[in-house]
């Protein structure tokens, strides 16, 4: 897992995994958010996403070190006063330090974590390129100003985690494995576990 440059992250614990390349929705209505949000959007800065395994999202949060900067490409004011966001994944990066800030907010010294190289979705994978298309369709609004690549096997593999009925902790070790072709050996048969309990 090579590394790159570090940097400061306002971070945001939340109960979801966020990938590279996937979006993200998000109702804000917590102070310590709004501030943030608000403050990502003037200056053009990202946030850090990362699992919650303890606590709550508005409260003292435990969460895992490896996470996902989002970019906010999209905002709404929501007919209740709820801002609402869209986000999107940009790159992983690995927590080297958290403070909690007086408002609340986490703050986190992180290290941004190379991608994977690219590689082209082997020919045993083929049948799992062509389900993912029909599914990224019926989701509709929600990918359709994602940029699609079915050849492309590592985002082939993170968008059948993200959108995959599995757990939270299953997602998240597809956000830390490093090999594509890895990623998609471990969710194809959790694919066909889904698809049998569906068919019956």
């Known amino acids: 897992m090579a590394t790159l440059a570090t940097d400061t992250l306002a971070l945001f614990p ?5 990938f590279p390349g996937g979006p993200l929705p998000l109702r804000i209505f ?6 943030m949000i608000s403050r990502c959007m003037k200056e053009g800065r990202d946030f850090g ?8 999202e508005v409260g003292d949060a435990r969460t895992v070190t490896i996470g ?3 970019q906010i490409t999209d905002w709404y004011q929501g007919s209740d006063g709820i801002l609402g966001i869209t986000a999107l994944g940009t790159e992983r ?12 907010l986490y703050v986190g010294c ?17 049948s799992m390129c062509t389900l993912l298309e029909v599914v990224i369709n019926d989701l509709g609004k929600l990918y359709e100003n994602i940029e699609t690549d079915y050849d492309d096997a590592t985002w082939v593999g993170r968008r059948f985690a993200e959108v995959l009925p599995i757990s939270l902790e299953q997602k998240q070790h597809c956000l830390e494995i490093d090999d594509a072709i890895e990623r998609l050996e471990y969710l194809r048969p959790l694919l066909r576990s889904i698809r049998e309990e569906t068919a019956q």
Do not use: C, H, M
Not at 30 to 35: A, G
Not at 49 to 56: E, F, I, N, P, R
Not at 110 to 126: G, H, L, N, T, Y
């Open 14 to 18: 939340l109960n979801t995994v966020l």
């Open 93 to 104: 990066f690995r927590i080297q330090s958290i403070q909690r800030e007086r408002d609340g």
């Open 68 to 70: 996902t900067r989002a």
């Open 49 to 56: 996403v990362l699992l919650l395994l303890s606590g709550s």
């Open 30 to 35: 917590e102070p310590r958010y709004l501030d």
């Open 110 to 126: 992180v290290e941004a974590i190379a991608d994977e190289p690219q590689q082209s979705v082997p020919e045993k994978f083929r």
